[in-house]
């Protein structure tokens, strides 16, 4: 299996939706190798970067939910790093 190093840059215009997305985020919490969210007051809004290392479909799935809630958009920046994973091997 091949997985792919990406960034999922996420803006939360709705607070309503905060619960679901951290839920989603928590679902694919064994792919995710950090993320960072920066509150900002002035706008009413948070910024929030997701750094992942998992399958490109994986990816695909996980930016689709999260881009579909209310009041969130969401895009991903791949690089070009590919890795050979062995299925049988624990992430």
Do not use: C, W
């Not at 607070?15 to 995710?32: K, Q, R, T």
């Not at 994986?58 to 920046?77: D, F, H, M, W």
């Amino acid at each position: 299996m091949e997985t792919r190093v990406a960034i999922i840059g996420i803006i939360v215009e709705s607070p309503d939706s905060v619960a679901e997305l951290n839920s989603i985020l928590h679902e694919y919490g064994s792919f995710i190798i950090g993320r960072m969210g920066i509150p900002y007051s002035e706008r009413k809004i948070s910024i929030i970067s997701v750094a992942i290392d998992a399958p490109q479909d994986v990816i695909s799935t996980l930016s689709g939910k999260i881009g579909r809630l209310n009041g969130v958009s969401a895009k991903t920046a791949y690089s070009n790093v590919i890795a050979k994973v062995d299925v049988n091997e624990e992430k």
